[in-house]
């Protein structure tokens, strides 16, 4: 008994740890530039799919398509930033204008992602096989490449936040964008380097889950509502919540439709839904206050 | 200018022109699949004017598919598990969808903005997986075969079946103009001056004495009440549900047809978004796979030139003549 709970543990982190890179990537996003961006999740789906493209069709080494996919959706993300959403920052009480072009572009890369890649869900070779085993519990090597690639990337992802120059701009912009402004921060090309960074960290999970799970058109349009959830749970502002929000999800979730196959999702947001109604802000959040 | 803030200016001949355009339609357009499009555009309309409703009071809510939802699930189950009849179905899916937004509402609407968006959210999330895995709601596959309404017997009259879209059609006709007359009146109500209030300041609102909390719960009880009506309507019309079909994603596109048109204006504004957005995606169907790029396009354009929607236009014509 001891062992299944450690294993479904295990498993439960596999995938938690990669919800864990798109909510820091999406609650960048939502406290520096402060957008709804409920296309976050096609960026998922591109960087799965250029991974796909460049070692199946261009037969390029996985490395050098993770790179390539992680560069292609830092400049998506940033060219959706100047193109669309600088011009909406401009207003007042536009949040429900950011939704509506989010949900635009939500369906553009989506549309473009289908024409480039085919509709049909597309396997690929794995990198990395072979079981590692041990007192009872296995896990294949490509779990722990995955786990261990993701929890490199949060902890390069907070030293960037917490301990260089650029991570303290976000952060006082996140804060008071008028008052970092004042203090000499270039904001809008702040806002642009967050905007490259989330979609940077939206692209590498995409190329990472994409020898071990498949990948399909819809993955970014499925994953978006699990990530949101993870970021409401852990809170909107925090990438503290988003590690600690997708650790939980992802365990509960494993547990869960162990135990429970029918309910597990229906406890899960509940227990979630009822968090946020005792804990407005999230687990870990400080409340954002967006107009709506 | 004299400043109207809630009911669109009341023009009676612009007003009789449109119900007699409405109503003769089905006269000129005899494609079904022209007056299928027109039906859903109708719902639509309808679903995007209780989105309207409860942002009037400050409040966006992100469950509207939601509730949409349990009335089409309420009402299919009260007509094909117990045999009632669609025109008691109806009615009651209106209000259990309304108590339901009674007793979550009551838990949910005490909270600021935001937190009541992220709720209502996550309420809509869980709403699709709770239809999802439930087996007697037919799971994610959903519910089939639903039948269409029983026909209506009128003395001296022929029975008026529901086997064709011009039915269907006036059916849905008749349910908008009950929301419209319905929440025309609720505006030049004092709930619609105390809704009011509180959309442009709910603090300065409280100070004068109108209960927030009770005003912002009662939009989202009406909101819910009427789009569980749309949804046992959709159910019957349609003949089929799923749980995916009342999925988040809907109620933004309700919240895009409600701002498309224009949300100062509450009853045109969606009335016209939502027609104006069923039909384009049709006259763009020539563009076959691009389509959704040119529609996501139109979103983004629009949002950044015309914010306001497009009844701004007017409003911008109106005022340079002035």
Known sequence: MLTLILQLLLDGMASGLVYVILAAGLVLILSVPRIFLIAYGQFYMIGAYVVWGATVLLELPYLVSLLLATLITALLSMTSYWLIFRHIHAGEKNFLAMIVAAMGLMLILGQAGLLAFGTSSRGMPAIFTGVLSGADLSISVEKVVIMSASVAVTIVLFLLYEKTKIGRAMRA???NPEAASLQGIDVTALYLVTMGVSGALAGFAGGMIAPAYGINPEMGNHVILTVLLVVMLGGMNSLVGAVVGGIIFGITLSLGQYFVPDLAQIILFTAIGVIILIRPAGLLGSGVSVDV | MSKRTFAEPTKPIALGLGVIILIGLPLLITSNYYLHLLIVAG?????????????????VSMSIAAFW????????????????SFWLALPLAAIVAAILALA???????????SFLILTAVLALLTVFVFGNLKWLGGFIGIDRIPPPDPILLPFLPPIPFDSKPAFYYLMLFLLGLAVIF???????????????IGLNPRLAESFGVNVFRYRLLSFVIAAGTAGMMGGFYAHYIGAINPYAFNIFKTINVHIFAIMGGVQFPLLGPLLGSFVMTLVPELLRVAKEIEPIILGLWYILLMLFLPNGLLSLLQRAGKRSD
Do not use: D, E, P
Request: charged share 10%; glycine share 10%.
């Open chain 2, 43 to 59: 719902m639509n309309a309808v679903l995007a004017m209780t989105f309207v409703l409860m942002l009037r009071t400050g409040l």
């Open chain 2, 69 to 84: 939802g349990v009335g089409a699930y309420t009402a299919t189950l009260l007509t094909m598990k117990w045999g009632a």
């Open chain 2, 183 to 197: 929440y025309r009146a609720l505006y030049n109500s004092w709930a619609g001056r105390a809704w009011m209030a």
């Open chain 1, 173 to 175: 912009v996140a804060c």
């Open chain 2, 104 to 114: 979550i509402g009551a838990l949910l609407v005490r909270n600021a903005a935001f």
